[in-house]
């Protein structure tokens, strides 16, 4: 099998990504077993990021294959463009029949087909139809495929690094799921999240850290949010905030820019309505968080 050697290359993380032990964990046993890394976890969590950092840490090219909801497992392997040989037969001078040139590898094809062993994120895999993973069993075992029209198979060169994300919108399919490795990013703690957030802003003033955090996870404890602010709305938040050259002093009173935490309209009026009392041209809290 290709890729399968005694001696892999172990993540240990990168500057511009913070990882827990576990999740560190879960990409090197991925890597050492050659099985793919299923992520689950909140948007905003970093699932997608976690490929590039793996790709940067560990100086491999990354190959991205982002899954919507008309995605079929078939252009990841390869796509055979028969409206351009149709072209070329009737306007152009080149010789049709070869139909290798009409033949082109898609991101799992690049991926197989690369000289040196890559990263291949395929992103939220859970918004394609139910059988998709399913179309991708055999490939992702056999780390092969068969071109009928050229009567040809592809095989990896060298196994892919392969980190695959999910929003749990749909449930996979056990057979799928028993070829990953799976990994579910639990929200950061605030201590993980000071570390995830100073590497954003390494010169940010504590007192503004402590009272966006506080603010933070004080919102994060509303249940009735039908989304909750994740780590990427904190960082949008906290830029905007310097931006506007926020005083520390003024976040837990007033929550400003509060559009940059809760990205639902139904979020931000219940918050608005339960949460803050207007005085003028200016709303303020009327309760602790």
């Given amino acids: ?6 001696e892999f290359d172990q993540f240990k993380g990168s500057v511009d990504y913070v990882t827990s032990d576990e999740l560190r964990k879960a990409v090197n046993v991925s890597i050492a077993l050659g099985k793919p890394l299923l992520i689950r976890g909140e948007p905003g969590t ?9 790709a940067k840490g ?12 008309t995605t079929k497992a078939q252009e990841g392997l390869y796509v055979y463009d028969t409206v351009q ?22 991101k799992l094809g690049q991926a197989f087909t690369a000289p040196e062993q890559v990263v291949l994120l395929i992103d939220e895999i859970d918004k394609a139809d139910i059988e998709f993973p399913n179309d991708l069993l055999n490939e992702i075992d056999e ?14 060169i060298h196994r892919p690094i392969t980190i695959i994300t999910s929003n749990a919108e749909k449930e996979l399919p056990d057979a799928f799921l028993r070829r990953c490795i799976f990994h579910f990013i639990e929200f950061p703690t605030p201590q993980l999240m000071e570390k995830i957030v100073e590497v954003h802003f390494p010169n940010l003033k504590s007192n503004l850290l402590k009272e966006a955090m506080k603010s933070f996870y004080g919102l994060r404890q509303i249940d009735d949010f039908r989304k909750k602010p994740s780590t990427s709305e904190l960082v949008d938040w906290i830029r905007v905030l310097l931006a506007s050259d926020t005083p520390a002093e003024v976040i837990s009173k007033e929550l400003p820019f509060a559009g940059a935490l809760l ?4 979020d931000y009026d219940y918050f608005i309505n339960n949460y ?3 005085k003028g041209d200016s709303y303020f809290l009327r309760r602790q968080l």
Avoid: C
């Fill in 143 to 156: 780390m092969s495929f068969y071109i009928p029209e050229t009567n040809e198979t592809i095989t990896a």
């Fill in 263 to 266: 990205k639902k309209e139904v």
């Fill in 58 to 69: 560990l100086e491999k090219k990354l190959i991205v294959w982002n899954i919507k909801s």
């Fill in 46 to 54: 970093g699932k997608t990021r976690l490929a590039h950092s793996i």
């Fill in 85 to 106: 040989r149709l072209n070329d037969s009737r306007f152009g001078d080149k010789n049709v029949s070869d139909i290798k040139q009409y033949i082109k590898l898609g």
């Fill in 276 to 278: 803050m009392t207007r």
């Fill in 1 to 6: 099998m290709p890729g399968k050697n005694k």
